[in-house]
C-alpha cells in the first residue's frame, strides 16, 4: 500500500489530539539506557512553542485505518529582514519567512516519508500564507534531521549562529561601583532596536509585539553612571558606550530536564550546590538541579558599543544572572548569537554547557519575488543574527 493511503496529513485539534501529541512526544524524547538526554515538558500545550506568533500551524500526521497520531510538525510566519537595504531609501528590506520546528516521527513509524510528507504539507501552508522562505534550526550533530532537510526536502545550510549557557549559581554576582543598569520602557526599546538592528539578519517587523509580550522581563541598558547623567532619553542620541539587551522567560511555555545522568555526578552536582549555599563569598561555580523540571531566561538582541561596550555587557549579564538567581524556577541563563558577532567574546557561560555551532539552514518557497536577490544565495551581509525569543 501506497504512503499517500495509509498517512494523512492534517491541522492539530487541541481537544482530541493532545493526549495523543503529548504522548508521541515523550516516546520521542527517551534516550538510550545510560544516554543523557534533554526532556522538553510543553505542560499541556503542545502548541506553545509557537503561539505567540500571529501566524501559526501545528500538523499531525496519522496512520492506517485507526488514525493514530504518528508524527507532528509546527510552522509559524514571521516578517524578518535578511541584512540588505533598499538603496533609495536606505530603509530595510524585510521579507516573509516560516520556520519550521518541533518535527517528531514515531520510532516505530520511521523510513515511510511521514517526516517528508510533514515537511511538505507544512511548506505548503507556508506558501498559501505568503512565505518567500522557509528556515528550520537544528544542532549540528543532529544527522538524521539535517540529511531529511538537505538531502530530501532541498534546503541548504545558511547560517550557523553559538549557543551560550550561564548556570545560574546560588550567590549574587558583584556589579561594579560605576556601572548603572536601567530599564528602559518598550517604546524606546522598540526604537533603539530598530536603529541598531536595521541591518542585521532575522529581525522582526512587529519587535513591538516581543517587547509588549508578558513573557518578556524587560529591556536593560548599562552604561557609565557618568554617562547617565549626560544622557537625555528624550533624545535619539544614544551614549558613546553603552550595552543592552532582554530578557525572556521561557519557564512560563516549556520545562526542560536533564535524564541518564549517572548517580556519582548527581552528588558532584549537588555538593557544589551546598558549598555554594554554605559559603556564598567564595563564589563557588555551582552546578544548578537540572535533574528536576527546570526553566532558563533567554537573552536576545544583546549590543554593545563603545570602548566600554564589552565591560558594560558583562555587566548585564550579571545582573540578569542576579535576576535568575531570585527566581526559584530559573536555572540556566542562554544566548544565541553569531558566530562572528563581536558581542560573543562578552557573554559568560560555560564551554560543557554550550555548543558553537546551531546550524540554520534556509529554502526558496516556489518563485517567490523571482527578479528580487535570492537571500539562499547572499553573502553573509552583517555579522548580527537576531534571534527571536518566540522561536524556541
Not at 84 to 105: C, D, H, N, Q
Request: contains cysteine.
Amino acid at each position: 500500500m501506497s504512503l499517500k493511503k495509509i498517512v494523512v496529513v492534517r491541522e492539530y485539534d487541541e481537544v482530541r489530539d493532545t493526549a495523543a501529541v503529548e504522548e508521541l512526544e515523550r516516546r520521542c524524547e527517551v534516550g538510550q539506557p545510560g544516554e543523557t538526554t534533554l526532556l522538553t515538558d510543553l505542560m499541556g500545550d503542545p502548541i506553545a512553542r509557537v503561539r505567540n506568533f500571529k501566524s501559526h500551524v501545528m500538523l499531525v500526521a496519522e496512520y492506517g485505518n485507526g488514525g493514530e497520531i504518528v508524527g507532528v510538525i509546527r510552522g509559524c510566519i514571521k516578517t524578518v529582514t535578511n541584512g540588505k537595504r533598499i538603496s533609495s531609501t536606505e530603509f530595510p528590506v524585510y521579507v516573509k519567512l516560516a520556520y519550521i520546528l518541533g518535527l517528531r516521527v514515531s520510532s516505530t513509524h520511521r523510513r515511510l516519508g511521514i517526516a517528508t510528507k510533514l515537511v511538505q504539507e507544512l511548506e505548503k501552508w507556508s506558501k498559501e500564507n505568503g512565505a518567500e522562505y522557509a528556515y528550520m534550526a537544528t544542532d549540528c550533530s543532529n544527522h538524521p534531521s539535517l540529511n531529511l532537510f538537505t538531502r530530501k526536502c532541498n534546503y541548504v545550510k545558511f547560517r550557523n549562529p553559538t549557543v551560550l549557557v550561564q548556570p545560574v549559581h546560588l550567590h549574587y554576582k558583584p556589579l561594579p561601583s560605576d556601572i548603572a543598569i536601567i530599564r528602559i520602557s518598550p517604546q524606546l526599546s522598540e526604537t533603539i532596536y530598530r536603529h541598531i538592528f536595521s541591518s542585521s539578519e532575522f529581525f522582526p517587523k512587529d519587535i513591538d509585539c516581543i517587547l509588549n509580550n508578558k513573557l518578556n522581563l524587560g529591556t536593560f541598558m548599562a552604561l557609565t553612571k557618568k554617562s547617565l547623567s549626560n544622557w537625555n532619553l528624550t533624545t535619539d542620541d544614544l551614549p558613546s558606550s553603552f550595552a543592552i539587551l532582554s530578557i525572556w522567560d521561557t519557564k512560563e511555555v516549556f520545562r526542560l530536564q536533564v535524564k541518564g545522568v549517572s548517580a556519582l555526578k548527581h552528588v558532584a552536582c549537588l555538593a557544589t550546590r551546598v558549598l555554594d549555599a554554605m559559603v556564598p563569598w567564595l563564589k563557588i561555580p555551582s552546578v544548578p538541579n537540572v535533574f528536576d523540571n527546570f526553566g532558563f531566561y533567554f537573552l536576545y538582541a544583546l549590543h554593545m558599543e563603545g570602548k566600554d561596550g564589552s565591560r558594560l555587557m558583562k555587566s548585564l549579564c550579571k545582573f540578569a544572572h542576579n535576576m535568575a538567581r531570585d527566581d526559584v524556577d530559573c536555572k540556566v541563563l542562554v544566548a544565541e548569537v553569531g558566530q562572528m558577532d563581536p558581542v560573543r567574546d562578552a557573554i559568560p557561560h560555560w564551554k560543557k554547557f554550550s555548543w558553537d555551532e546551531d546550524i540554520w539552514c534556509i529554502k526558496k518557497l516556489g518563485e517567490a519575488n523571482k527578479g528580487s536577490d535570492d537571500w539562499v544565495k547572499s553573502q553573509v551581509s552583517s555579522p548580527v543574527i537576531f534571534v527571536d525569543p518566540r522561536e524556541l
